[in-house]
Nanobody, 119 residues
């Protein structure tokens, strides 16, 4: 059974940093595309960043230059380094895994970790 467990969320002031982690188990982690998604208050869920099994990554325009996605296949862990945080980054952040990197490919989801950025 696939399990994804996020951690590292919290409250921070604008301009601050947080590092999210996602521990994966129950499948061959290295063979899946991994991604971070978020859903803010009153908003639809959106992709933040994805990273394929070969390490190639892409991110949303809204976070480019501020957020960095990475993965450690030896530790079955996905990371999201978030710098220069803005109030509009406030959201529940979800880790996901899938056979491909398109949004509809993600089939396994974590429970989420809350990020709150105050001005």
């Amino acid at each position: 059974q696939v399990q994804l467990v996020e951690s590292g969320g919290g409250s921070v002031q604008a301009g601050g940093s947080l590092r999210l982690s996602c521990a994966a188990s129950g499948y061959i982690y290295a063979t899946y595309c991994m991604g971070w998604f978020r859903q803010g208050p009153g908003k639809e869920r959106e992709v933040v960043a994805v990273i394929d099994k070969d390490g190639s990554a892409s991110s949303a325009d809204s976070v480019k230059g501020r957020f960095t996605i990475s993965r450690d296949n030896g530790k079955n862990t996905l990371y999201l380094q978030m710098d220069s945080l803005k109030p509009e980054d406030t959201a529940m952040y979800y880790c996901a895994a899938g056979g491909g990197c398109f949004p509809w490919d993600f089939e396994y989801w974590g429970q989420g970790t809350q990020v709150t950025v105050s001005s």
